[in-house]
């Protein structure tokens, strides 16, 4: 099952964490979204979760995904999949389509598509999971 929260805590505060298998933590490559994940992987672990992972999501390029890996290294999180920024995103949004429907062949939902099957078959949030 998977569940698509909003980025708050407020869920996690309300008991959805007992549910939870492998919470994703998607950040983008700025300090706010970063030191937000990073609390919400702190609330995570306090409530009893032991996987937590971060997505790096809009990833322009490698400075993009360094900040990121460092910032999650430096902080003992794992990085347990990577969405590179894709303009067919926005367009999406837009058009008000699902992003599967209106770039089924997109780089943002291919990399969707990795992560979704790491998280079938365990590599990914806490599994020994690498970059995606």
């Given at each position: 099952?998977i569940?698509?929260?909003?980025?708050?805590?407020?869920?996690?505060?309300?008991?959805?964490?007992?549910?939870?298998?492998a919470?994703?933590?998607?950040?983008?490559?700025?300090?706010k979204?970063?030191?937000?994940?990073?609390?919400?992987?702190?609330?995570?672990?306090?409530?009893?979760?032991?996987?937590?992972?971060l997505?790096?999501?809009?990833?322009?390029?490698?400075?993009?995904l360094?900040a990121?890996?460092?910032?999650?290294?430096?902080h003992?999180?794992?990085?347990?999949?990577?969405?590179?920024?894709d303009?067919?995103?926005?367009?999406?949004?837009?058009?008000?389509?699902s992003?599967?429907?209106?770039?089924?062949?997109?780089?943002?939902?291919?990399?969707?598509?990795?992560?979704?099957?790491?998280?079938?078959?365990g590599?990914?949030?806490?599994?020994?999971?690498?970059?995606?």
């Open positions: 099952c569940l698509d929260t909003e980025a708050s805590p407020e869920h996690l505060s309300r008991g959805t964490a007992q549910y939870a298998d919470p994703l933590l998607v950040v983008e490559p700025y300090f979204s970063l030191e937000t994940g990073r609390r919400m992987a702190a609330l995570g672990k306090d409530l009893g979760l032991e996987h937590v992972a997505i790096a999501n809009k990833m322009r390029d490698e400075r993009d360094d990121v890996t460092e910032f999650a290294e430096s003992g999180l794992e990085v347990g999949g990577i969405i590179p920024f303009e067919a995103m926005p367009g999406a949004e837009r058009a008000g389509s992003p599967l429907d209106f770039a089924p062949d997109g780089l943002a939902v291919a990399a969707i598509e990795r992560i979704a099957r790491g998280l079938v078959d590599s990914v949030a806490g599994n020994g999971a690498t970059r995606v």
